[in-house]
């Protein structure tokens, strides 16, 4: 209620950032009011003052005196009473070097990634560790998976939601103006040893039709179905909303980037062929597919046509929930040294109807319009046999497909937003040196 009868217009930071500002417009007077927020007991900004409400000018003259007052506080007025338990330092050692996570070492350790340090420490005091071994799987064993489980709380957030994560199933109860929606975060994981230890070689043509239409349908496959038979819907808190399985694919390094055309496939059980008329047009022919076979292992296709399936409203993807997105959402709160930059490439949507293939990008993050958001590249795939159907609405930020009942897919989205990206890092480096480089043709990066 809060977003739909304000909107935040500026922010503010007193006494590098031990203070927060922000400046609030009433939708329907359109007068101003100044917020401040502090750190509470657990180290969290809550609000610990508001200001009256005029005009801008006003509003922000009494914002910064009485965010100056805030600061000269003592850090017990900032405490709230409701607090429970220590606060949530994701990067105090929970087990011996030896155990840590080789990614997790990078993070904490690496200069580059300072401002994903720096955005993860503040925003995730709020994170709520329902298992209680979030911190201890994040250091260790469960690192890209925590990470995921971190940018899916940002991400909702962002889309103005109440999260609820008293209990640890499922992973998070979501509370929105289109009803209550149930996730289950699922990450792919790399193979250990088995069937599928050799994946094919994507560098070949066929090679990378195999990788998308066999072994990558059987590895979102595995994740996903392992999360079926463990029936969230009958869960007490689940019974009656929309029930959502929300995926990234972690099972080779970067193998994000490309892993993606995999997961329709197996979702909707179609792949899809395409070719050029001579007057241009684009012309795509779905193919009804009924099983993924790698080597000896061998699945039916088709996740939305299993038993129970119809349980599961939607599967929300993302290859962007990575330690790279945090730093770059890390450069933009301003957590950024001044000699590390940020470079970003990858791939976009084609506007163009006919086209079949995607274009190039460049980006710098540090550049001042550069502009980013948690929600950029969510994807959700409805289920056409859903018991209870997502509400696009819910989702409005995210980019939307159907299986129609000829085969093809109708996708509907806001924004072109990347398809795939890399992150190069540049460290002792300023932003006009990597800009310069950057106009003389693509850098090369960490």
């Not at 914002?63 to 506080?73: G, W």
């Not at 080779?252 to 980037?257: D, K, L, T, V």
């Not at 039916?300 to 330690?323: C, H, K």
Request: glycine share 8%.
């Amino acid at each position: 209620m809060a977003r739909i009868a304000g909107e935040e217009v500026a922010y503010f930071e007193h006494g590098e950032g031990s203070i927060l500002g922000m400046i609030l417009m009433d939708r329907q007077d359109r007068d101003f009011a100044g917020l401040v927020f502090a750190p509470d007991r657990r180290k969290r900004y809550r609000s610990a003052d508001m200001t009256s409400f005029g005009p801008r000018r006003q509003a922000e003259l009494a914002l910064r005196q009485a965010m100056e007052a805030a600061y000269h506080a003592p850090a017990e007025a900032h405490h709230q009473g409701d607090e429970t338990g220590d606060p949530i330092d994701f990067f105090a050692l929970k087990r011996p070097e030896k155990a840590l996570n080789p990614y997790f070492v990078t993070l904490a350790d690496q200069p580059g990634y300072v401002p994903a340090r720096r955005i993860i420490e503040p925003m995730m005091r709020w994170y709520d560790d329902a298992d209680g071994n979030f911190i201890e799987q994040f250091q260790t064993t469960g690192f890209d998976q925590r990470i995921w489980e971190l940018y899916l709380f940002a991400a909702f957030v962002e889309m103005g939601y109440l999260l609820d994560r008293r209990d640890p199933i499922p992973d998070y109860m979501l509370q929105g103006p289109f009803g209550d929606i149930a996730v289950e975060a699922v990450t792919v994981a790399p193979s250990q040893g088995g069937k599928l230890a050799d994946p094919p070689d994507i560098e070949t043509d066929v090679g990378r039709r195999d990788y998308l239409q066999e072994y990558m349908p059987i590895k979102f496959g595995s994740a996903l179905y392992s999360k079926l038979r463990k029936r969230y819907w009958d869960q007490p808190a689940v019974v009656g909303k929309a029930l959502v399985f929300a995926i990234e694919d972690f099972s080779s390094a970067g193998s994000m980037i490309v892993s993606r055309q995999g997961l329709p496939i197996y979702l909707f059980g179609y792949t899809w062929d395409w070719r050029h008329e001579d007057d241009g047009r684009l012309i795509i022919t779905p193919r009804k597919l009924s099983e993924h076979r790698w080597g000896e292992k061998v699945i039916p296709s088709g996740f939305f046509e299993q038993p129970d399936s119809e349980n599961v409203s939607a599967v929300l993807f993302s290859n962007s929930g990575t330690i790279a997105k945090f730093n770059r959402m890390g450069v933009l709160a301003g957590f950024c040294p001044p000699d590390v930059v940020l470079v970003r490439q990858g791939l976009r949507p084609n506007p163009d109807s006919n086209a079949s293939q995607a274009i190039p990008f460049q980006a710098l993050v540090n550049a001042d319009d550069y502009e980013e958001f948690w929600c950029e590249g969510l994807e959700v795939f409805h289920n056409p046999n859903a018991k209870i159907p997502l509400d696009p609405r819910a989702l409005p930020d995210a980019t939307h497909h159907y299986l129609k009942p000829d085969g093809q897919v109708l996708s509907e989205s806001m924004d072109l937003d990347p398809i795939s990206s890399k992150t190069l890092i540049f460290t002792g480096a300023d932003t006009q040196a990597v800009a310069s480089m950057m106009a003389r043709g693509r850098p090369q990066g960490q």
